[in-house]
């Protein structure tokens, strides 16, 4: 018997978790993501330099859309580590990602 929980942070955008036991696995279905929102507000962000402050601590340098963080991991599960992250964001790979031109 499978079981069914969801998560849903906002009307129309969550996730749902199907466990099936008989499988041994767990499905994950995403529904209503705002990747290409997340893409447009990048570029938007790239466009206006002084719209991003850096900071004492650090710089905002990425935003990434949680399916496209997904398949990120998939494909280069190094990306996790501090020194696959800093390949990451060299590669022109990044660049949809990236809310400043130069980082």
Do not use: C
Not at 38 to 43: G, K
Not at 77 to 100: C, H, N, W
């Amino acid at each position: 018997m499978s079981r069914v929980a969801k998560h849903s942070p906002a009307p129309g955008i969550g996730q749902e978790f199907v466990v099936q036991p008989h499988e041994n696995r767990l499905y994950v279905h995403t529904y209503g993501t705002n990747d290409d929102a997340v893409l447009r507000e990048n570029a938007e962000l790239r466009k206006n330099r002084d719209a991003i402050k850096e900071m004492d601590w650090g710089v905002w340098a990425l935003s990434i859309p949680a399916g496209d963080w997904a398949r990120l991991v998939r494909v280069n599960p190094e990306i996790q580590t501090d020194a696959g992250m800093r390949k990451f964001i060299a590669s022109a790979e990044s660049l949809p990602y990236r809310v400043r031109e130069k980082i």
